[in-house]
């Protein structure tokens, strides 16, 4: 049997068309709505990126160059495998590679998403994440 | 008629009904000397039979034809039937029902289906079809040659 994967929380459609006989209608689906899937994974979102549901990645963007003790915002999303949005009020802590970083304190994400305004600043300059 | 099929002059109203739901009927129209001709155009492919009942005198017995056996017409185009759908040969639209609410990251079936103008699957048909969404992140079945006497689906 044929077999799709909508991957991207809304409403699409699919389309089929004749490959051999181009001249033959094609035919188009009626919307389908696509719901996210379960509660999977947390996504960090730097000064940058961008979040792309549906993705191999999730995201756009690179991370912008912070400066050294310069405190800067990340976002934290509650997503499903496929980086789609799930709403939860999970708490989340923040980490860092840089061990003396300035990090935010601990807190619920709202509808499944959390911005840490100016929740993070490193101390060593080096690339962290 | 009369018990005896013997034709019987009168102009009685005639109605024309059909087992096929989709079939175009001719309006009623009454009996010339006892007899009238009516056009019907029947949509759906399969055995279907037309009747003629009296609108005048309900107690005349209605008569039905024997089977008519419809084969579909030229194939014209595609059908995409996703969950939630059914196909609805010689019917307007082709299908019935709405596509069911999906997840994401979740494979469904979908059914491809080479149709006449009435959407009745011609199964003779062998083309290779393709799918597209407008999902770009949808992960989609490679071009597939429809089955002959069947739909869609992989190769056998």
New interface residues.
Partial sequence: ??????????A??????????PS??????????????AFAQLQVLAPGETNA???ATGKTGAPLTQAVTVAFSVTVMAV???W?LISTNDTVALGASDTNATLAANAALVAGTRTFTNGVAFKAPAAKR | MDANWNLIVTNDNVGITSSDGNAVLPVNAALVAGTQGFTVTLKSSGSKTVTASDITHAGIVANASSPITVNAGAFARLQLLVPGETASPGSATGKTGTPSARTAGTAFTLTVNAVDTNWNVVGSVTDTVHLTSTDTNAALPADTALRAARKCSAPH
Wanted: hydrophobic share 30%.
């Fill in positions: 049997m044929l077999s799709a994967t909508l991957k991207t929380v809304g699409w459609t699919l389309t089929s068309s004749d490959v051999s006989d033959k209608t094609s035919n188009a689906s009626p919307s389908i709505t696509v719901n996210a899937g549901p549906g993705t499903d495998a496929n789609n």
